[in-house]
């Protein structure tokens, strides 16, 4: 089984990021992150806003699967 959280641009996201993280762990599943980014949108600028997300909300991120589509 796979958690799977998506989430915005909106710092606010760090406490749902957190409780996908622990759920996560708690149950020994993987973990994906999903953010959908718009055709106008520069995806290299939002892949490292949505990155400093998820390591503020974590202590270690290296298992998260972080999908920007």
Do not use: F, Q, Y
Request: charged share 35%; glycine share 6%.
């Amino acid at each position: 089984m796979t958690i799977l959280t998506a989430i915005d641009r909106d710092p606010g996201c760090k406490g749902v990021v957190e409780t996908a993280h622990d759920l996560a762990t708690g149950l020994d599943k993987d973990l994906v992150v999903i953010h959908v980014v718009p055709d106008s949108s520069d995806e290299e600028a939002t892949r490292a806003e949505i990155e400093e997300i998820v390591d503020s909300a974590v202590d270690d991120s290296e298992g998260i699967d972080l999908r920007i589509i």
